[in-house]
């Protein structure tokens, strides 16, 4: 039988914060975003700071690479920072190129999906 030393140690780099949220996603395809696609909805679950978990409503291959938006309530961007205020009318929007680590069937309807972060898009 074949032992694997590393199988269930955590390789993460950054924490995770748990955070119940909407995202759009739009798939890259041969690296640029497909004509007239509109951006499809999806679930955050958690994020940190190479990544996040979050559940979509169909099935990605591992490797596909996505835009995501993600809307913050109660943050404010302030060029490259980030700075809570926890006020309601501050909301700022993240844009990230993203690729897919891992995809499973979710509880319910949809699929959870592993992305790790390639990249920023002002």
């Given at each position: 039988?074949?032992?694997?030393?590393?199988?269930?140690?955590?390789?993460?780099?950054?924490?995770?914060?748990?955070?119940?949220?909407?995202?759009?996603?739009?798939?890259?395809?041969?690296?640029?975003?497909?004509?007239?696609?509109?951006?499809?909805?999806?679930?955050?679950?958690?994020?940190?700071?190479?990544?996040?978990?979050?559940?979509?409503?169909?099935?990605?291959?591992?490797?596909?690479?996505?835009?995501?938006?993600?809307?913050?309530?109660g943050?404010?961007?302030?060029?490259?920072?980030?700075r809570?205020?926890?006020?309601?009318?501050?909301?700022?929007?993240?844009?990230?190129?993203a690729?897919?680590?891992?995809?499973?069937?979710?509880?319910?309807?949809?699929?959870?999906?592993?992305?790790c972060?390639?990249?920023?898009?002002?």
């Open positions: 039988m074949a032992e694997y030393p590393d199988f269930g140690r955590e390789r993460r780099k950054h924490e995770r914060l748990s955070r119940d949220g909407r995202l759009t996603y739009e798939r890259l395809e041969d690296g640029r975003l497909p004509y007239s696609t509109p951006a499809n909805p999806g679930r955050l679950l958690d994020i940190g700071g190479g990544g996040l978990r979050c559940v979509l409503p169909e099935e990605v291959r591992k490797g596909d690479q996505m835009v995501i938006r993600l809307e913050f309530d943050w404010k961007a302030e060029g490259d920072d980030w809570y205020t926890g006020r309601s009318e501050d909301r700022s929007l993240l844009t990230v190129l690729r897919v680590m891992w995809c499973a069937a979710a509880d319910g309807d949809g699929f959870e999906v592993g992305l972060f390639t990249g920023r898009v002002n």
